[in-house]
């Protein structure tokens, strides 16, 4: 691309100095620069002599030619619905130190924009067609010199392109089908919300253009994210969802599946391929609910899931399309942490291309009360990304707008931003009156034409078609939406459609049956004692860190002396399922050496900082494993993992938080995709949350990981919530994960005390037999003298256990209840069933009385007499001191052992 001679801003003092520079040594200047002085002829002798005045005429030329590229996007007409507003300064020549007068004079510096040496009339004519018409573009704060000559090429020497009268056509019927669909549900359908794409319609041109253009530059995957509006519209004109099924799901029908809630047909999900440029190209578009930009960070996950497993890892086959509204891409905070995530090792995707249909008003609340910034897209900056702005009403602008967005994507792997500038026809839904916040605009909106209607008036005098051509195209799509209305009318109910249907083909749906008994899960001794060494064992012949050395020493001594620490058991469970073909992918904040450094999945040496990771280690046939420390982002990065488990049904995709109570920073994500998404949109995932958990004086942000809000939202066999306390069960629930053949989200409340803890070690024979436990007897407990059954969960076993030792007690039996949810009624009846002196049965917890699991409890074993021992009830998760933790622990275990007698 050397067309332009990109020279970047003319200070005429820099340039005196590079003038300099040049004399002495031609070479020691930009290529744009050394062209540029190519141009003149001064004397070859004089190093010193000052830049000639109509060199610095020339020097204005270029500062004028660069406030186009740089400020042109504020004067453009990319309005199509009301004036925009004015900035200072402008571009008029005056402010750039030239005169009317100087726009017959040729200037050189023309050749800065590909035009040769020009009039400043033919200058200033070629930058107002580039930089202040339909397209307004921001590009020239990238730090990147051949990004932005690239661009210069793409834009200035394009300008723009000349399409086909077949083309054109192809452009008039995308906008009139895109119309025409919502006329037709408007008609059938009165008063029923549909959020029409009407004011936007060139979306529908204008993802064809990204389609389109994206295979032809080699993408075979599009994964698309968008909110409701304009929803239905690109089912059917982009993804081919056939309307009946949409017509289906306006009447309201009930769907296939008995056992599926579903979910409002502007939420759902599609899967489907269409043949581009002689090839099949595969479209997704995921389910979202109505929290805007939610959707975001799943399209991420899902298109690196993608890439991981079917592509390669080649990041120009699968391409990722975020569709915007103007509000909620400058309020949402979750936009700015996914594009953080752009360039990021564990989360890139090859660049994301950001569409806006930027309808000028976020429900009620005009822009300019909805952001401080310039424009909706200013996020972009963060990244650096270009950023074009374009009339909507202008559907040639933005297809070849979207065409120059593609190329670049797919030419540096960098997001782009393609900023729709539109309306929106009705009210926030089509039942919503507008004019109560916006009247003036809404009167001029009732006046203006439509998409279709303005290019069809610009077609006919072009000769391009005629009327009677134009009103045929539209009698053919009406009788076809009529056929498909007729054919909805003979359907009893609506289909469900799985929009990862094909990835999940070999894994069922789980039944209630498929949770009494925990599958077998134990690996031979032998193959443990194999895996467990060569994860211990550093490779030879580097630098490790003297404490790092003793860590895996230690390991490799806990497989000798049969003592596994929850660490060991740990590694050991991601081994053995890497050995038999399943991957597993580890990401959140500081997931590599662990919180509290029990896990040194990554190694790093002292001197070069190489990473080592043993278990890529295993063998030349394991799957792979991936482990990434996060962003400072719950929000984004438990989406982004939620993403990659709806397209990895072979991997163990797991979350871990700092500390359990930072999931809330995501609450979006667990209530409205990972606790609902199966009930709602038919998909299964199988991601892990580890949520550290355990009251230990830590405070009120170290001690929860808020057991009970996850309990609150159980039902139908959503997830599952577990609370283990040895390793040997953690390993097993860990694989269990994987070796069942159905997939449900894992909700572990992870210990921090038992990691090191002497007790909570277990045996390689425990791992080698059996399966994961739902509910664990109390060993030690004599049956005949057992007047009280203690269940509890996690740490505060050991901790409740060991003091009623330390008393004397043995009335009491503490069995824990390892899995919360799905509830295992069956185990516990069974257990409770052996103490035949139990004289009542008490739910004890470390957690306050309206927090942790007793009130789940409570109702699970309702007409029971289940007793409640807890911390008073709190507005804060724990203490903040340590004196009152212990004395309200002491409290608790006075209430505790009263039933014993004993007094602490």
Not at 266 to 283: A, P, R
Request: glycine share 6%; hydrophobic share 40%.
């Amino acid at each position: 691309m050397d067309n332009i001679s990109y020279v970047g801003n003319a200070d005429v003092g820099a340039i005196d100095h590079l003038y300099k520079m040049y004399r002495q040594d031609p070479e020691s200047v930009d290529i744009g620069w050394k062209r540029f002085f190519e141009g003149f002829e001064f004397s070859k002798t004089n190093y010193d002599e000052e830049v000639p005045e109509n060199f610095q005429k020339e020097l204005k030329v270029l500062n004028l030619i660069n406030g186009y590229r740089s400020r042109g996007h504020l004067f453009t007409k990319t309005n199509p619905v009301r004036d925009r507003r004015q900035y200072e300064p402008t571009l008029d020549l005056v402010n750039f130190g030239l005169e009317e007068s100087d726009l017959d004079t040729v200037f050189k510096a023309g050749e800065e924009c590909g035009l040769g040496a020009v009039s400043l009339r033919e200058i200033v004519d070629h930058l107002k067609k580039t930089y202040c018409q339909s397209i307004g573009i921001e590009f020239m704060y990238m730090r990147e010199p051949h990004k932005v000559k690239w661009m210069l090429n793409a834009i200035e020497l394009a300008n723009r392109p000349t399409y086909s009268k077949d083309q054109k056509i192809e452009f008039y019927k995308q906008l009139m089908q895109a119309t025409d669909f919502e006329n037709f549900m408007a008609k059938k359908f009165v008063g029923q919300k549909r959020f029409s794409i009407e004011g936007v319609e060139a979306l529908v041109p204008a993802l064809k253009a990204i389609i389109n253009k994206g295979s032809e530059k080699g993408v075979e995957y599009f994964i698309m994210g968008m909110a409701h509006r304009g929803r239905l519209n690109t089912l059917t004109n982009i993804f081919e969802k056939r309307p009946k099924d949409i017509f289906n799901e306006f009447k309201g029908k009930e769907f296939e599946a008995d056992d599926f809630d579903g979910d409002v047909k502007y939420h759902l999900g599609y899967t489907t391929k269409v043949n581009k440029n002689g090839k099949n190209i595969s479209l997704t578009l995921c389910p979202n609910p109505s929290h805007l930009e939610a959707v975001g960070p799943v399209v991420e996950g899902l298109s690196r899931a993608m890439l991981d497993a079917k592509f390669n890892h080649d990041l120009n086959k699968v391409c990722p399309v975020i569709i915007h509204g103007d509000s909620a891409i400058a309020g949402q905070g979750v936009v700015y942490e996914t594009i953080q995530m752009a360039s990021l090792a564990g989360y890139k995707t090859g660049g994301t291309i950001h569409v806006i249909t930027n309808n000028q008003v976020g429900f009620t609340t005009n822009y300019i009360d909805a952001r401080s910034s310039t424009y909706c897209t200013d996020v972009a900056k963060t990244t650096l990304s270009p950023v074009f702005h374009v009339n909507a009403d202008d559907v040639e602008a933005v297809v070849q707008a979207i065409e120059i967005a593609v190329a670049y994507r797919q030419e540096f792997n960098q997001d782009i931003f393609i900023d729709l500038l539109g309306y929106r026809k009705y009210g926030h839904n089509e039942g919503d009156e507008p004019k109560f916040t916006q009247p003036n605009l809404y009167k001029a909106i009732a006046k203006h034409k439509n998409p279709s209607q303005l290019y069809l008036e610009t077609l006919i005098p072009q000769g391009v078609i005629s009327k009677e051509e134009a009103d045929k195209l539209v009698e053919t799509y009406q009788v076809f939406l009529e056929a498909e209305f007729d054919a909805s009318m003979k359907q009893d109910k609506a289909t469900v459609f799985n929009f990862m249907e094909e990835d999940w083909k070999n894994i069922q749906s789980a039944t209630l049956a498929d949770f009494d008994k925990s599958i077998d899960t134990g690996v031979a001794k032998k193959k443990l004692v194999e895996l467990g060494t060569k994860l211990a064992t550093l490779p030879e012949g580097k630098n490790y860190f003297r404490k790092i050395q003793k860590i895996f020493n230690d390991r490799l001594e806990a497989i000798t002396t049969d003592k596994l620490d929850w660490g060991s058991a740990e590694m050991l469970a991601y081994a053995s399922l890497l050995d038999e073909g399943y991957s597993v992918r580890i990401s959140g904040q500081d997931v590599e050496r662990g919180t509290f450094s029990h896990r040194h999945a990554v190694v790093t040496t002292e001197d070069t900082e190489e990473e080592v990771i043993t278990l890529n280690l295993l063998n030349d046939k394991q799957a792979p494993f991936y482990i990434y420390n996060s962003l400072l982002s719950e929000y984004a990065v438990l989406g982004y993992e939620y993403g990659y488990s709806l397209a990895s049904p072979n991997t163990l995709p797991i979350w871990e938080a700092q500390f359990g109570d930072f999931y809330n920073g995501a609450q979006i994500m667990v209530d409205q995709f990972i606790t609902a998404g199966e009930d709602k949109w038919s998909t299964q995932s199988g991601l892990v949350m580890l949520l550290p958990h355990g009251y230990e004086g830590q405070g009120a942000e170290h001690s929860s990981g808020r057991m009970e809000r996850f309990l609150q939202q159980t039902a139908d066999l959503n997830i599952q919530v577990v609370n283990t306390s040895t390793p040997a069960n953690h390993f097993h629930l860990l694989r269990r994960q994987m070796k069942r053949n159905f997939r449900k989200p894992l909700v572990v409340f992870s210990p921090k005390m038992l990691l090191r803890y002497p007790s909570a070690v277990s045996t390689l024979d425990e791992l080698a037999k059996g399966c994961f436990q739902e509910v664990i007897d109390d060993a030690k407990a004599k049956v005949a003298a057992i007047d009280t059954v203690v269940l509890c969960t996690g740490k505060f076993y050991y901790e409740a256990s060991e003091k009623a030792a330390e008393l004397g007690i043995d009335s009491m039996a503490f069995v824990r209840i390892e899995q919360l949810y799905p509830y295992p009624e069956k185990q516990i009846e069974a257990i409770l069933a052996k103490y035949k002196n139990k004289k009542r049965v008490i739910w004890a917890q470390e957690e306050p009385e309206n927090m942790g699991a007793w009130q789940y409890m409570a109702m699970k074993m309702r007409g029971k007499d289940l007793i409640g021992i807890t911390r008073p009830a709190a507005a804060a998760a724990a203490e903040g001191a340590k004196d009152l933790h212990l004395k309200r622990l002491n409290t608790l275990w006075n209430n505790l052992f009263q039933f014993a007698k004993v007094k602490v």
